[in-house]
């Protein structure tokens, strides 16, 4: 209309927003903070509490909210609740001191080799979680990364690590102790990916004639890499016990490769 009588496109522009002022009222600011502070109090007695009032509105259709154990809502502390060993396809009771597990069961190499961690300035530097594993168990790294070849392992050994070489008492004063000359080599490690769920390390224990492999990670992704006859057949319920009491399970594997592999054809192995 107003073009047709003559009108530029400034004033018919200028008039457009003259009448957005009288179909926005000055008071529905107001308004909708209002209701967002009464929402909020109807959300306060259900015990949902909202950091931001603002984005109550944005909210209106959610029906799932799921949080991740990033440490957001929760300390970032992380606390070793045990370890639980298989044997025969069974599992045995959850220890909750692994220092009191013979220094040559397969869960205490997982636990003291499966890590991506280093040394920086004499401290243990890595995933919290690799972290605290490696600390339960109170073994010893030790890194050498332009040492050359090892003449133990003929081999590049960038890793070392050992048991304590201490004997410990247990609370029962059951006295466990290591062998003195027990030493694995951490020669390849393949770091965590979340495509594949879990994180694998090749190495060597000293004198073995073969290397062994541990994997770690997600509990089904390392179920189903494994035989069918080792798993448990309680394997599903008891994995269930655990996360619902809202704990963090993580699995662990090993393997030895054939005693003929050579160190040129296992480095060159994919981790897919």
């Not at 259709?61 to 609740?81: H, M, P, S």
């Not at 397969?106 to 004499?122: E, F, Q, R």
């Not at 070489?165 to 029962?172: M, P, Q």
């Not at 619902?244 to 005693?259: D, H």
């Amino acid at each position: 209309m107003w073009i047709y009588n003559g009108g530029t496109w400034e004033e018919c522009l200028l008039n457009s927003l003259d009448i957005l002022t009288f179909v926005v009222p000055p008071i529905l600011p107001a308004a909708l903070t209002a209701n967002n502070a009464f929402a909020q109090k109807r959300l306060e007695k259900k015990e949902v509490f909202a950091l931001h009032s603002k984005h109550i509105p944005l909210c209106g259709g959610i029906d799932v909210v799921a949080f991740d154990k990033t440490g957001t809502l929760t300390e970032g502390n992380l606390d070793l609740a045990g370890v639980c060993e298989t044997r025969g396809a069974q599992f045995k009771d959850m220890v909750s001191d692994p220092t009191t597990l013979p220094s040559d069961c397969p869960l205490v190499y997982a636990m003291a080799t499966c890590h991506s961690l280093i040394k920086l300035n004499g401290e243990l530097t890595g995933n919290p979680l690799d972290v605290k594993l490696f600390e339960a168990i109170e073994w010893e790294m030790k890194e050498q990364f332009n040492a050359g070849v090892n003449p133990d392992y003929g081999i590049p050994t960038p890793t070392l690590v050992s048991p304590p070489k201490r004997s410990r008492n247990s609370a029962n004063s059951v006295v466990f102790s290591s062998p003195s000359n027990l030493e694995i080599a951490c020669l390849k490690t393949y770091p965590f990916d979340s495509a594949v769920q879990r994180m694998t390390v090749v190495t060597k224990k000293k004198g073995a004639p073969h290397f062994d492999v541990f994997v770690k990670g997600a509990p089904e992704k390392v179920a189903s890499l494994c035989q069918a006859e080792t798993i448990p057949s309680d394997f599903t319920s008891i994995l269930q016990i655990y996360t619902k009491q809202g704990l963090r399970v993580i699995a662990a594997a090993t393997k030895s490769l054939n005693a003929n592999a050579r160190w040129k054809d296992v480095d060159e192995m994919s981790h897919g």
